[in-house]
T-cell receptor, first 116, second 118 residues
Framework: AQKVTQAQTEISVVEKEDVTLDCVYETRDTTYYLFWYKQPPSGELVFLIR??????QNEISGRYSWNFQKSTSSFNFTITASQVVDSAVYFCALKGPSSGTYKYIFGTGTRLKVLA | GAGVSQSPRYKVAKRGQDVALRCDPISGHVSLFWYQQALGQGPEFLTYFQNEAQLDKSGLPSDRFFAERPEGSVSTLKIQRTQQEDSAVYLC????????????????FGNGTRLTVT
């Protein structure tokens, strides 16, 4: 079965703190892709990153970094020096052949609140 | 257009009414998806179009839900005889690449339509 688990329902941090959002996935596929999306209060899901199953290099983009570990089936997202504008719901998603031909499987999301 | 546009942003319907939700995808995008997002949950797949062809409607919860994309651009999701359990945000997404088992394009989402059935 394809499944994405985001165990953290809600996280609150004070501005400038670092925060890590966890994502654990289940799949029987050997080729698959993982995604992170941000959903601000406006409602639109904004694409942040895509990572394929063969590339375990960590990635950094400004204050954002992602740690992909196949051994633990995790694809965690860290925000360094958080800002109030980072407040949003963050979703991890998975797509692979077993998802169904066209389906992207989303987790339940983690709501991040960054307090000034 | 610059992004995926959905209308209306909010819709309140009385139980039993029919509703129609519109999605205007990014120009030239082949793939169009509809997702349903219940409160506090992640998006759940409803249906997929490749141009005007509806290739997957396995996520539609009942035969009260119907989607179309007649000219391969704008899409409409119609819900007949709305029920309270239909209350959710309906998200439309598009992508440039045609969908498929080996297609992994990021999805571009609209702001969604929040449907409340009273």
């Amino acid at each position: 079965a394809q499944k994405v688990t985001q165990a953290q329902t809600e996280i609150s941090v004070v501005e400038k703190e670092d925060v890590t959002l966890d994502c654990v996935y289940e799949t029987r596929d050997t080729t698959y892709y993982l995604f992170w999306y941000k959903q601000p209060p406006s409602g639109e899901l904004v694409f942040l990153i895509r990572r394929n199953s063969f590339d375990e290099q960590n990635e950094i983009s400004g204050r954002y970094s992602w740690n992909f570990q196949k051994s633990t089936s995790s694809f965690n997202f860290t925000i360094t020096a958080s800002q109030v504008v980072d407040s949003a719901v963050y979703f991890c998603a998975l797509k692979g052949p077993s998802s169904g031909t066209y389906k992207y499987i989303f987790g339940t999301g983690t709501r991040l609140k960054v307090l000034a | 257009g610059a992004g995926v546009s959905q209308s209306p942003r909010y819709k309140v319907a009385k139980r039993g009414q029919d509703v129609a939700l519109r999605c205007d995808p990014i120009s030239g995008h082949v793939s169009l998806f509809w997702y349903q997002q219940a409160l506090g949950q992640g998006p759940e797949f409803l249906t997929y179009f490749q141009n005007e062809a509806q290739l997957d409607k396995s996520g539609l919860p009942s035969d009260r839900f119907f989607a179309e994309r007649p000219e391969g651009s704008v899409s409409t999701l119609k819900i007949q005889r709305t029920q309270q359990e239909d209350s959710a945000v309906y998200l439309c997404a598009s992508s440039l690449e045609q969908g498929g088992t080996m297609a992994y394009s990021p999805l571009h989402f609209g702001n969604g339509t929040r449907l409340t059935v009273t």
